[in-house]
């Protein structure tokens, strides 16, 4: 399974000199894999300690931070020797070993040319951090491009990235498309799906129902044991709560999350922040924060913390959480409802790095999602789920702000009028938002 971000993480091993890398990303999107698996397999030998699964390799931490005395230590616990000039040093699950997160200082200072890595869920939640001290990459869920990576169809794959506007392919990235609406991009559901090609389509969908439902009451549990000075309920409570108030909305924008309803006597922000915040630290929701009103550059100045949108960080578990089937998906019966496309839209531009996202907001008109450029213009980006593309709002949008540039999503083919500078792009497209 082949992870975008491979790049990255090679151009940090061919420095003369680096920082130790750090993963962080919600629990099961493939952390480990892509630390082991794809860029271990660049390496001579690699050792991999988890101090979850095996919390012994603490005591590596005990004594001393001195680099050399935790790599002896490591060397006499493991048994397998390491060679700082041509091994990588895996170290997972890092947030469960706090005197491990402050020596990747040591190691940054001290053995810039040592190969350290260090993955973790919990990081956001730490209460110490070396900053400034480590190279730090989020890792999400697998984008629809790696989902067509994953499905192994080479002239599907080079239709996409060449960008082919042609009836065919459009239709076979769509049915793509609809596919991981279901699936999701969670690496194991992923795999199964694809490793599952040859079983009839009801096991196949047996099989990802059972993984996402198992992946989610994973999550719920780990609320109960990370969520230290937060109330677990109140998370719980605000993550049950986003695709009950998503599925809500039908062809219309998603509305801001409500606070009033989800937990009995909590009615206002105030009330869930720290919850809000927990669950965005755990990279298990993606913010969206609305500006009113005319947007300036830098976009976050805008923003009122209050007036947010929430979206799951997963398509997939999302449509399993609303028991969405996939008779229904493959049968667009659900094509209305926007929430979806704009999830996936979202989920997409995350994957970019581009996270939070804005939307926009004047009286009754709203526009999905904003971004500024690299020289402060700001553009609108719309959303439709369907193939009924008028927007009333990108006109609003476009009469009050005059916008250099537009950009529309759609369920259809798509087109690009380069000249006015009003791009109408395929949903699966959604990436290509931030080429320059």
């Not at 924008?253 to 927990?278: E, H, L, Q």
């Not at 995350?350 to 450029?373: L, N, V």
């Amino acid at each position: 399974m082949k992870r975008s971000i491979l790049h990255k993480l090679l151009a940090w091993k061919n420095k003369p000199k680096r920082k130790p890398l750090l993963i962080d990303g919600a629990r099961q999107t493939g952390k480990t894999f892509l630390l082991h698996t794809l860029l271990g397999n660049t390496f001579k030998s690699v050792i991999r300690i988890d101090f979850l699964e095996s919390p012994e390799f603490k005591d590596a931490f005990t004594d001393s931070l001195n680099p050399q005395h935790i790599i002896n230590s490591i060397e006499l616990i493991t048994g397998q020797a390491f060679n700082c000039d041509c091994d990588l040093l895996i170290l997972d699950e890092i947030g469960e070993c706090p005197k491990a997160v402050t020596a990747l200082k040591y190691f940054a200072e001290q053995t810039p040319t040592w190969f350290i890595a260090a993955s973790g869920s919990n990081i956001g939640l730490l209460n110490s951090f070396p900053v400034g001290k480590v190279e730090q990459h989020n890792l999400y869920p697998l984008s629809f491009y790696e989902f067509l990576l994953a499905s192994n169809e080479p002239a599907l794959i080079t239709s996409f990235e060449n960008k082919i506007n042609s009836t065919v392919v459009h239709k076979k990235l769509f049915e793509q498309l609809t596919d991981y609406y279901f699936t999701g991009g969670m690496p194991e559901a992923v795999n199964a799906w694809f490793e599952m090609k040859s079983h009839n389509i009801i096991d196949r969908i047996q099989t990802i129902n059972d993984i996402q439902k198992d992946l989610i009451s994973g999550y719920i549990r780990d609320f109960g044991k990370y969520s230290g000075k937060v109330d677990a309920g109140l998370i719980e409570a605000v993550f049950k709560n986003i695709p009950a108030q998503l599925s809500q909305v039908l062809d219309e924008s998603v509305k801001r999350f409500m606070f009033k309803g989800v937990i009995a006597k909590k009615s206002r922000y105030n009330d869930f922040a720290s919850a809000i915040t927990w669950l965005d630290k755990c990279r298990l929701v993606l913010p969206n924060y609305i500006i009113e009103g005319t947007p300036h550059s830098p976009l976050a100045a805008n923003k009122k913390d209050n007036k947010v949108k929430l979206f799951l960080f997963d398509v997939g578990l999302l449509n399993n959480m609303l028991s969405v089937s996939y008779k229904e998906i493959k049968q667009q019966n659900y094509a209305y409802k926007g929430y979806v496309a704009e999830n996936f839209v979202q989920q997409e531009f995350a994957s970019q790095g581009y996270q939070p996202t804005y939307s926009w907001q004047d009286a009754r008109a709203e526009i999905e999602f904003i971004k500024a450029d690299d020289v402060g213009n700001i553009f609108p980006i719309e959303v439709k789920s369907g193939k009924r593309t008028r927007a009333k709002s990108l006109q609003s949008y476009i009469n009050k702000n005059s916008p250099l540039k537009t950009i529309k999503l759609t369920g259809t083919q798509g087109s690009d009028n380069t000249e006015l500078n009003n791009i109408v792009l395929p949903l699966y497209f959604a990436q290509n938002v931030f080429e320059k």
